[in-house]
Protein backbone atom coordinates (compact mmCIF):
# COMPACT_ATOMS: atom_id res chain seq x y z
CA UNK A 1 0.00 0.00 0.00
CA UNK A 2 0.80 3.37 -0.56
CA UNK A 3 3.20 4.84 2.22
CA UNK A 4 4.76 8.46 2.82
CA UNK A 5 6.40 8.77 6.50
CA UNK A 6 8.10 11.67 7.44
CA UNK A 7 10.90 12.67 9.99
CA UNK A 8 13.12 14.72 11.08
CA UNK A 9 11.00 17.06 12.82
CA UNK A 10 11.31 18.46 16.52
CA UNK A 11 12.08 21.40 19.08
CA UNK A 12 14.61 24.36 17.63
CA UNK A 13 15.40 27.61 18.58
CA UNK A 14 14.21 30.51 16.70
CA UNK A 15 17.18 31.18 13.74
CA UNK A 16 18.15 27.23 14.11
CA UNK A 17 17.30 24.76 11.22
CA UNK A 18 16.18 21.24 10.67
CA UNK A 19 15.37 18.98 7.93
CA UNK A 20 12.70 17.38 7.11
CA UNK A 21 13.02 13.92 5.34
CA UNK A 22 9.58 11.51 3.95
CA UNK A 23 9.87 8.20 2.62
CA UNK A 24 7.72 6.85 -0.13
CA UNK A 25 6.48 3.27 -1.14
CA UNK A 26 3.87 2.11 -2.86
CA UNK A 27 3.55 4.08 -5.92
CA UNK A 28 5.64 5.66 -8.86
CA UNK A 29 7.46 7.51 -7.10
CA UNK A 30 9.34 9.47 -9.76
CA UNK A 31 6.14 10.41 -11.77
CA UNK A 32 4.30 12.48 -8.83
CA UNK A 33 4.98 15.88 -7.52
CA UNK A 34 5.77 16.09 -4.05
CA UNK A 35 4.66 18.74 -2.15
CA UNK A 36 5.03 19.64 1.92
CA UNK A 37 2.17 21.12 3.34
CA UNK A 38 1.89 22.00 7.53
CA UNK A 39 -0.83 22.73 9.75
CA UNK A 40 -0.58 24.58 12.81
CA UNK A 41 -3.04 24.58 15.55
CA UNK A 42 -6.21 25.90 15.08
CA UNK A 43 -5.51 26.83 11.26
CA UNK A 44 -5.94 25.69 7.87
CA UNK A 45 -3.33 23.25 6.23
CA UNK A 46 -0.91 25.46 3.67
CA UNK A 47 0.73 24.95 1.34
CA UNK A 48 5.46 25.21 2.27
CA UNK A 49 6.35 24.36 -0.77
CA UNK A 50 6.37 21.73 -3.73
CA UNK A 51 8.59 19.97 -6.53
CA UNK A 52 7.87 18.65 -10.01
CA UNK A 53 8.51 15.27 -10.87
CA UNK A 54 11.83 15.61 -12.28
CA UNK A 55 13.04 17.62 -9.67
CA UNK A 56 13.56 20.38 -12.24
CA UNK A 57 11.04 23.06 -10.63
CA UNK A 58 10.11 24.21 -7.12
CA UNK A 59 7.53 26.20 -5.71
CA UNK A 60 7.49 27.85 -2.44
CA UNK A 61 4.96 29.54 -0.06
CA UNK A 62 5.94 33.09 0.26
CA UNK A 63 6.64 33.03 4.25
CA UNK A 64 9.15 30.33 3.24
CA UNK A 65 10.99 31.82 0.20
CA UNK A 66 14.35 32.16 0.98
CA UNK A 67 14.60 29.90 4.31
CA UNK A 68 13.00 26.48 2.80
CA UNK A 69 14.43 24.56 0.16
CA UNK A 70 12.96 21.42 -1.37
CA UNK A 71 14.45 18.61 -3.25
CA UNK A 72 14.62 14.90 -4.29
CA UNK A 73 15.96 11.93 -4.51
CA UNK A 74 14.36 9.67 -7.37
CA UNK A 75 16.28 6.52 -6.51
CA UNK A 76 15.28 6.96 -2.86
CA UNK A 77 11.97 7.63 -3.00
CA UNK A 78 12.68 10.58 -0.57
CA UNK A 79 11.63 14.21 -0.67
CA UNK A 80 13.16 16.75 1.76
CA UNK A 81 12.74 19.69 3.16
CA UNK A 82 15.58 22.04 4.01
CA UNK A 83 14.21 24.57 6.70
CA UNK A 84 16.46 27.07 8.18
CA UNK A 85 16.32 31.03 9.85
CA UNK A 86 13.04 28.93 11.77
CA UNK A 87 10.80 31.52 13.73
CA UNK A 88 8.20 30.84 15.74
CA UNK A 89 5.71 30.85 13.44
CA UNK A 90 6.87 28.23 11.65
CA UNK A 91 5.65 25.83 14.49
CA UNK A 92 3.50 23.40 13.00
CA UNK A 93 2.45 19.76 11.95
CA UNK A 94 4.24 19.01 8.81
CA UNK A 95 2.94 16.94 5.96
CA UNK A 96 4.25 15.57 2.81
CA UNK A 97 1.78 14.62 -0.02
CA UNK A 98 2.32 13.55 -3.54
CA UNK A 99 0.01 14.47 -6.08
CA UNK A 100 -0.34 15.25 -10.03
CA UNK A 101 -0.09 19.16 -8.80
CA UNK A 102 2.28 21.71 -7.99
CA UNK A 103 -0.46 23.91 -6.72
CA UNK A 104 -0.02 25.13 -2.83
CA UNK A 105 -2.79 26.92 -2.01
CA UNK A 106 -5.50 23.29 -2.21
CA UNK A 107 -5.02 19.79 -1.29
CA UNK A 108 -7.21 19.16 -4.33
CA UNK A 109 -4.46 16.71 -6.58
CA UNK A 110 -2.50 15.75 -3.54
CA UNK A 111 -3.48 12.20 -3.51
CA UNK A 112 -1.45 10.73 -0.80
CA UNK A 113 -0.51 12.01 2.49
CA UNK A 114 1.91 10.81 5.54
CA UNK A 115 1.15 11.19 8.78
CA UNK A 116 2.92 14.33 9.73
CA UNK A 117 5.78 15.29 11.81
CA UNK A 118 5.54 18.28 14.94
CA UNK A 119 8.06 21.26 14.24
CA UNK A 120 8.37 23.04 17.15
CA UNK A 121 10.19 26.56 17.20
CA UNK A 122 10.61 27.97 20.16
CA UNK A 123 11.75 32.14 20.51
Known amino acids: QVQLVESGGGLVQAGGSLRLSCAAS????????LGWFRQAPGKEREGVSSIHSTGGRTNYADSTKGRFTISRDNAKNTVYLQMNSLKPEDTAVYYCAAGRTMLLHTTTGWYYWGQGAQVTVSS
Open 26 to 33: GFTFDEYA
